[in-house]
């Protein structure tokens, strides 16, 4: 199959704002893939916006200046893929300019058609709405089994791409190889969203289980014997990365187990560090050897989903906490509170967040655990910060945003330059309805190039659009968080548009220094 027929439907699917239709136009392009089960595996990774060897060291820098594009199509899906997996595993003296060259060997042998939609799947812009759950109806539709037996294999699997080639090569009968199985990582539950600790009990409705929210990184522990390996919520094994969490398990009184639990650093006095020195143990560049003597992680269990040859993955919580609660010590279990009062439970939340937490998951003790899916029975509670930043410039959108400026630049007020430092960017909270006004907002700031704004390195010349610093936007967002990316040494933590304030000027919106104090108080 031809790179240009993942490039057309990728285009088409973006293009339509119907989910039957993306669903049968995926279908209709895994059917073409069915008889190679690689095949349909790589076409999936793509079109959900992944690559199979997830980093290859790409990035825009690279992408900024490629060949002229090929007249006519004639790259294969495989044969890029494995371009792929050749530019990931180069290394040593000379590496930069041997996977400059083999990139540029590939996109001077692709479209133009093509060569946009490898730059969006190589930088992470691929949005075309093909969306877990589009994507999976998309398998079960090519390959005609139920779409249910499909969530299923994938939530046990782990990975939708090798539940597609298992659907599409065998069938129902090749869904089945996907159990819950220790040493296989299983898709995390993940949470709803409530506004505080009332419309989470409302939501519940009755007595839930509150828990402390750590600021850390989530991993699920598989032990067997004396083998541990652990999993980022991605699914990558970062075992060697993690020994203190390894020796935490082997300590654990059980045969069999997977886990779901927070790995965190601790100060002295139990305050967590910046979220940032946590990540850093989990970046592929860590020296595997020196993990011993870098900062020790915590663990904290907060969930079991196998224990000694019981699966637990369909028992309510109560259950699944009461098997947790008999093999992991209480200092490596996240604080709770089983309640039904407001009052306890704001409580609860009020001193999770002085201790330095991010918040409280509130939990029904009846909900089983609804892997690889955001369930109704886990919801999370943690404060909302907002600012008021100056757009500095905006990026043309893809797929359904074709057309549309979409990625906005954010810039903070520096009062003593006059000018603005960038915090990142977004295009998350953005209506159809936004996307059209500022559109056509950006398009009449674009005349004259923004004066006074601190922003990175562009992308590809023409994918970002600089406007004058005069159009101010309320954001909100979780944190803020070191950054060597942006000159201010710092970013915003999930950053998403709330609206647009015409009713303030620059002069009004938000200056670094409030950002920074917010950044210390997170130290």
Same mark, same amino acid.
């Given at each position: 199959?031809?790179?240009? &027929?993942?490039?057309?439907?990728?285009?088409?699917?973006?293009?339509?704002?119907?989910?039957?239709?993306?669903?049968?136009?995926?279908?209709?392009?895994?059917?073409?893939?069915?008889?190679?089960?690689?095949?349909?595996?790589?076409?999936?990774?793509?079109?959900?916006?992944?690559?199979?060897?997830? =980093?290859?060291?790409?990035?825009?820098?690279?992408?900024?200046?490629?060949?002229?594009?090929?007249?006519?199509?004639?790259?294969?899906?495989?044969?890029?893929?494995?371009?792929?997996?050749?530019?990931?595993?180069?290394?040593?003296?000379?590496? =930069?300019?041997?996977?400059?060259?083999?990139?540029?060997?590939?996109?001077?042998?692709? @479209?133009?058609?093509?060569?946009?939609?490898?730059?969006?799947?190589?930088?992470?812009?691929?949005? =075309?709405?093909?969306?877990?759950?589009?994507?999976?109806?998309?398998?079960?539709?090519?390959?005609?089994?139920?779409?249910?037996?499909?969530?299923?294999?994938?939530?046990?699997?782990?990975?939708?791409?090798?539940?597609?080639?298992?659907?599409?090569?065998?069938?129902?009968?090749?869904?089945?190889?996907?159990?819950? %199985?220790?040493?296989?990582?299983?898709?995390?539950?993940?949470?709803?969203?409530?506004?505080?600790?009332?419309?989470?009990?409302?939501?519940?409705?009755?007595?839930?289980? #509150?828990?402390?929210?750590?600021?850390?990184?989530?991993?699920?522990?598989?032990?067997?014997?004396?083998?541990?390996?652990?999993?980022?919520?991605?699914?990558?094994?970062? *075992?060697?990365?993690?020994?203190?969490?390894?020796?935490?398990?082997?300590?654990?009184?059980?045969?069999?187990?997977?886990?779901?639990? %927070?790995?965190?650093?601790?100060?002295?006095?139990?305050?967590?560090?910046?979220?940032?020195? *946590?990540?850093?143990?989990?970046?592929? +560049?860590?020296?595997?050897?020196?993990?011993?003597?870098?900062?020790?992680?915590? !663990?904290?269990? #907060? &969930? $079991?989903?196998?224990?000694?040859?019981?699966?637990?993955? &369909?028992?309510?919580?109560?259950?699944?906490?009461?098997?947790? &609660?008999?093999?992991?010590?209480?200092?490596?279990?996240?604080?709770?509170?089983?309640?039904?009062?407001?009052?306890?439970?704001?409580? #609860?939340?009020?001193?999770?967040?002085?201790?330095?937490? %991010?918040?409280?998951?509130?939990?029904?003790?009846?909900?089983?655990?609804?892997?690889?899916?955001?369930?109704?029975?886990?919801?999370? !509670?943690?404060?909302?910060?907002?600012?008021?930043?100056?757009?500095?410039?905006?990026?043309?959108?893809?797929?359904?945003?074709?057309?549309?400026?979409?990625?906005?630049?954010?810039?903070?007020?520096?009062?003593?330059?006059?000018?603005?430092?960038?915090?990142?960017?977004?295009?998350?909270?953005? @209506?159809?309805?936004?996307?059209?006004?500022? *559109?056509?907002?950006?398009?009449?700031?674009?005349? /004259?190039?923004?004066?006074?704004?601190?922003?990175?390195?562009?992308?590809?010349?023409?994918?970002?659009?600089?406007?004058?610093?005069?159009?101010?936007?309320?954001?909100?967002?979780?944190?803020?968080?070191?950054?060597?990316?942006?000159?201010? /040494?710092?970013?915003?933590? #999930?950053?998403? $548009?709330?609206?647009?304030?015409?009713?303030?000027?620059?002069?009004?919106?938000? *200056?670094?220094?409030? $950002?920074?104090?917010?950044? =210390?108080? +997170?130290?």
């Amino acid at each position: 199959m031809l790179l240009s &027929d993942v490039a057309a439907a990728s285009a088409q699917v973006g293009a339509s704002s119907s989910r039957l239709a993306k669903i049968a136009r995926i279908a209709e392009l895994l059917r073409l893939a069915s008889a190679d089960a690689r095949l349909v595996a790589v076409t999936v990774s793509w079109l959900s916006g992944e690559l199979p060897q997830r =980093q290859i060291g790409v990035g825009w820098a690279a992408l900024r200046s490629v060949p002229a594009p090929a007249a006519e199509p004639s790259l294969t899906v495989l044969e890029v893929d494995a371009r792929f997996s050749e530019i990931g595993a180069v290394a040593g003296k000379g590496s =930069q300019a041997r996977r400059a060259g083999l990139l540029a060997d590939v996109f001077g042998r692709a @479209t133009e058609a093509e060569q946009t939609f490898l730059r969006r799947l190589l930088s992470g812009e691929l949005r =075309q709405g093909a969306l877990v759950g589009v994507m999976a109806d998309a398998v079960a539709k090519a390959a005609d089994v139920p779409a249910a037996a499909v969530r299923r294999a994938a939530m046990l699997g782990g990975a939708l791409p090798a539940v597609a080639a298992a659907a599409l090569t065998d069938g129902e009968a090749g869904l089945q190889q996907f159990t819950l %199985e220790v040493g296989r990582p299983v898709g995390p539950m993940l949470a709803q969203t409530a506004t505080g600790v009332a419309q989470a009990l409302e939501r519940l409705s009755g007595a839930a289980l #509150f828990e402390a929210k750590l600021d850390g990184a989530r991993v699920q522990i598989h032990r067997a014997g004396d083998a541990v390996t652990i999993y980022t919520r991605s699914l990558d094994d970062v *075992t060697a990365r993690l020994p203190e969490v390894v020796d935490a398990a082997l300590a654990w009184p059980v045969t069999e187990l997977i886990a779901d639990a %927070e790995a965190i650093a601790l100060r002295p006095d139990n305050r967590p560090h910046r979220f940032q020195v *946590t990540a850093s143990r989990f970046g592929r +560049s860590v020296d595997i050897a020196a993990a011993r003597t870098a900062q020790p992680l915590s !663990v904290f269990v #907060f &969930d $079991v989903l196998h224990l000694d040859g019981v699966d637990l993955l &369909d028992r309510p919580t109560s259950e699944r906490i009461a098997a947790l &609660d008999s093999i992991i010590p209480d200092d490596q279990r996240v604080d709770r509170l089983v309640t039904d009062d407001v009052d306890a439970a704001q409580e #609860f939340l009020d001193a999770t967040l002085a201790a330095g937490h %991010e918040g409280v998951m509130a939990k029904s003790p009846t909900a089983p655990y609804e892997a690889g899916r955001r369930g109704a029975g886990w919801l999370k !509670v943690k404060p909302v910060h907002t600012l008021d930043l100056v757009v500095l410039a905006v990026e043309w959108g893809s797929g359904r945003r074709t057309g549309k400026l979409s990625n906005i630049h954010l810039g903070a007020r520096d009062p003593e330059t006059g000018g603005f430092v960038m915090l990142g960017k977004t295009f998350k909270g953005m @209506t159809d309805a936004m996307l059209e006004w500022q *559109t056509a907002r950006f398009l009449e700031l674009a005349d /004259g190039a923004a004066q006074g704004a601190t922003s990175e390195p562009s992308p590809p010349d023409g994918y970002v659009v600089k406007v004058r610093p005069e159009q101010v936007v309320e954001i909100a967002f979780d944190g803020v968080q070191t950054s060597s990316r942006y000159p201010a /040494g710092m970013a915003l933590r #999930f950053a998403r $548009v709330l609206r647009y304030r015409d009713d303030k000027s620059p002069a009004e919106a938000d *200056t670094v220094d409030t $950002v920074r104090a917010l950044h =210390q108080r +997170s130290e």
